[in-house]
């Protein structure tokens, strides 16, 4: 019986050690996966397309440049340059690929939603025109 109980003590040991160093792989890459969830299924794309078809794009693009200019200057990397595919760049320079990687992957988001993929998950309902008359014909 201590055996039985000394064996599911090390299998318990076991179980937190590996959870532990799962969770210490999967928690770098939550703020990517939360950004994906965002844009997939919490953004109505429909509605979005036709306002950045309207010229929303130009907002867009602007709030870009103001994230690669913050991100910037308030994180520089530790040696000044980064290295990227044996490559070393320059601070905004890996700022704006950085950025530029995340709303390709936004756009993506859209692309899938706007297939039909996530249709089941994806159900934004409509609202009721706001200049209509209260008679209810």
């Given at each position: 019986?201590?055996?039985?109980?000394?064996?599911?003590?090390?299998?318990?040991?076991?179980?937190?050690?590996?959870?532990?160093?799962?969770?210490?792989?999967?928690?770098?890459?939550?703020?990517?996966?939360?950004?994906?969830?965002?844009?997939?299924?919490?953004?109505?794309?429909v509605?979005?397309?036709?306002?950045?078809?309207?010229?929303?794009?130009?907002?867009?693009?602007?709030?870009?440049?103001?994230?690669?200019?913050?991100?910037?200057?308030?994180?520089?990397?530790?040696?000044?340059?980064?290295?990227?595919?044996?490559?070393?760049?320059?601070?905004?320079?890996?700022?704006?690929?950085?950025?530029?990687?995340?709303?390709c992957?936004?756009?993506?988001?859209?692309?899938?939603?706007?297939?039909?993929?996530?249709?089941?998950?994806?159900?934004?309902?409509?609202?009721?025109?706001a200049?209509?008359?209260?008679?209810?014909?």
């Amino acid at each position: 019986m201590e055996q039985l109980f000394a064996s599911l003590l090390l299998f318990l040991i076991s179980l937190w050690a590996l959870l532990t160093s799962l969770l210490a792989v999967l928690v770098p890459w939550l703020p990517l996966a939360a950004w994906i969830g965002f844009w997939l299924f919490a953004v109505n794309w429909v509605k979005l397309r036709e306002i950045m078809l309207a010229g929303g794009w130009v907002g867009v693009v602007l709030i870009g440049l103001v994230m690669i200019l913050i991100w910037g200057v308030v994180a520089p990397p530790p040696d000044g340059a980064h290295h990227m595919l044996g490559l070393s760049i320059s601070n905004f320079v890996g700022k704006t690929v950085y950025v530029t990687a995340l709303f390709c992957i936004m756009f993506l988001c859209g692309s899938v939603q706007l297939s039909g993929c996530c249709a089941q998950c994806c159900n934004f309902e409509e609202e009721a025109p706001a200049g209509g008359d209260s008679h209810g014909h």
